[in-house]
C-alpha cells in the first residue's frame, strides 16, 4: 500500500510540474490557459460550425498540408506538433507572454521560426520567441524586462479559482485577471451538447464602482416592437448616457477615452438603447469565393438620444447632403440617416435594407430582459448557402449587471 501510495503522489508531482501553470509568476495581471488543445480543438469540430468549416470548407486538410509541408522543409516530424499539449497566455503590467508545449523538437522549431522571419518585427510591436524547458515562450516587453527570468521563478500563484474549475475535465479554457482589492474577473469555456459554452463574472470590491455599475442596468427592457429584423442583431441597454460615463470616470478611464476622441457632450444625451440588424450571409460568401469585389454587410438600426437628436448631431450632419426626409452622410452612399422623435435611424448601404425575418424569432426565444449588451448572429442561412447543410448554428453572448456583478453568457453552435 505504501508503495502504491508513493508511486502515486510521485505521478501527481510530475503531473503538477509539467503543467504550463508553473509558470505563473507573482504580479501577474491576467492569464489565460487551454489544458488540453485536442480536446478543445475536438469540441470546436463538435460545434456545427466548426465543422462546416473545418471539414466541409476543407480548412483542416489545407492546415495539415501547410504544416507538413513546412515540418519537412525543416526536417522538423509533424507528427510530433500534434502532440504539443497546453497553451498559457500570461501578462504582467508591462510584459505578455504566450508559452505552448511542450515539443520535443523544440530548437528546431525555434530555429525555424527566427529564420522565417515570421515574427512582427517593427518600432512599436517586437516579438520575441525563447526556448523555456521544452516549450517555446513568445513575448513582447516594454523595456529590457526578463520575461524568461520572470516566468522561471515558479511561484505556483495559480489562483484558487483557477484551480477548482479545471477539476473538471469538461473545461477547454479558464481565464483570470484580478487587481487586489478592486475586481476580480474570470469566465471558464466548456463544450455542452454540441454547443461550446462561456460563462464569466466581473466582481468589483470598491463602492462607488458597485454603485455605478448597478445604476447602468435601470434602462427600459425592448419590446418585440424594438426589434429590427436581419439574419443577426447587436442590442445596447443601459440607463443613459450619464450613467456609462459616470461608471467610466470611477474605473479612471474616461480621460482616456476623451483623448482617443469621445464626444463627451453627446455621450451624457444618449438614451440608453441602440440596435442593430445585420444581414451578412452573402458577404461572407463573397469574401471567400469571390476575386471580385465583396458585397459589404446590410446593416439597419437605430440610436436613441434624450432630446432632439437633429439638434444634438447638427455638427455630425453638417456636412451630410439632405434628401426629403433622411441625410446621406459620409462619401454620399454610405449611410442614409433620418431622425424620428428622439431616435436616429440609419441604413447602411443607404439603399438597401434588411430582408431576413431571423432577429424577431429569436428575440422572442432568448431575451431575458436583463441584458445590457446582446450579439447574436445566426449562421444558419451562410452555412446552407455555402454547404446546402440545414443547421441551427449560431453565435451568442450577453452581459448584464447583477447584485453588483458583471455576468456574461456565451454560446457558440
Not at 463602492?207 to 427592457?221: A, H, P, S, Y
Not at 424594438?226 to 442583431?233: A, S, T
Not at 451562410?382 to 447583477?402: A, H, I, P, Q, R
Amino acid at each position: 500500500m505504501r508503495k502504491v501510495f508513493l508511486i502515486f503522489f510521485v505521478m501527481v508531482q510530475i503531473f503538477t510540474m509539467a503543467s504550463l501553470l508553473k509558470y505563473v509568476p507573482d504580479n501577474f495581471v491576467t492569464l489565460s490557459y487551454v489544458p488540453d488543445i485536442g480536446k478543445l480543438y475536438n469540441d470546436i469540430k463538435s460545434t456545427e460550425i466548426g465543422d462546416s468549416f473545418l471539414n466541409n470548407l476543407g480548412l483542416e486538410s489545407m492546415i495539415d498540408s501547410l504544416i507538413r509541408s513546412q515540418a519537412q522543409a525543416y526536417e522538423i516530424d509533424a507528427d510530433k506538433l500534434y502532440e504539443v499539449k497546453e497553451v498559457l497566455n500570461v501578462a504582467g503590467k508591462n510584459w505578455m507572454a504566450f508559452i505552448i508545449g511542450p515539443f520535443e523538437e523544440a530548437d528546431k522549431i525555434k530555429d525555424y521560426i527566427e529564420n522565417t522571419g515570421i515574427l512582427p518585427d517593427s518600432t512599436d510591436v517586437q516579438v520575441y520567441v525563447e526556448k523555456l524547458d521544452n516549450n517555446l515562450v513568445f513575448y513582447t516587453r516594454k523595456g529590457n524586462v526578463d520575461v524568461i527570468s520572470i516566468l522561471k521563478k515558479e511561484e505556483n500563484n495559480v489562483p484558487i479559482w483557477v484551480k477548482n474549475t479545471l477539476k473538471d475535465s469538461k473545461v477547454d479554457m479558464v481565464y483570470y485577471s484580478a487587481e487586489k482589492g478592486v475586481f476580480e474577473s474570470y469566465f471558464k469555456v466548456y463544450l455542452k451538447e454540441n454547443v461550446l459554452v462561456e460563462e464569466g463574472i466581473g466582481k468589483y470590491f470598491d463602492e462607488d464602482v458597485k454603485e455605478k455599475l448597478e445604476n447602468i442596468l435601470q434602462g427600459k427592457k425592448f419590446s418585440l416592437d424594438d426589434v429590427v429584423n436581419g439574419e443577426g442583431f447587436l442590442l445596447v441597454n443601459v440607463k443613459d448616457g450619464k450613467s456609462i460615463l459616470d461608471l467610466l470616470q470611477v474605473l479612471g478611464i474616461l480621460d482616456l477615452l476623451k483623448e482617443e476622441g469621445l464626444d463627451v457632450s453627446i455621450a451624457e444625451k444618449f438614451g440608453g438603447k441602440v440596435f442593430v440588424g445585420a444581414d451578412y450571409s452573402e458577404a461572407i460568401e463573397d469574401m471567400l469565393y469571390s476575386n471580385e469585389e465583396s458585397t459589404p454587410p446590410i446593416l439597419t438600426g437605430y440610436v436613441t438620444f434624450n432630446g432632439d437628436p437633429k439638434l444634438i448631431l447638427e455638427d455630425k450632419i453638417k456636412n451630410c447632403k439632405k434628401e426629403k426626409d433622411y441625410y446621406l452622410c459620409g462619401d454620399m452612399d454610405i449611410a442614409k440617416v433620418s431622425f424620428k422623435s428622439n431616435k436616429v435611424e440609419f441604413n447602411f448601404p443607404s439603399d438597401l435594407t434588411t430582408t431576413s425575418d431571423i432577429n424577431k424569432k429569436v428575440f422572442q426565444k432568448v431575451y431575458k430582459g436583463i441584458e445590457n449588451i446582446m450579439v447574436y448572429l445566426d449562421f444558419s442561412e451562410v452555412l446552407n448557402n455555402l454547404f446546402g447543410l440545414d443547421t441551427n448554428s449560431y453565435l451568442m453572448f450577453k452581459v448584464w449587471t447583477e447584485k453588483g456583478e458583471m455576468k456574461s453568457h456565451g454560446e457558440l453552435r
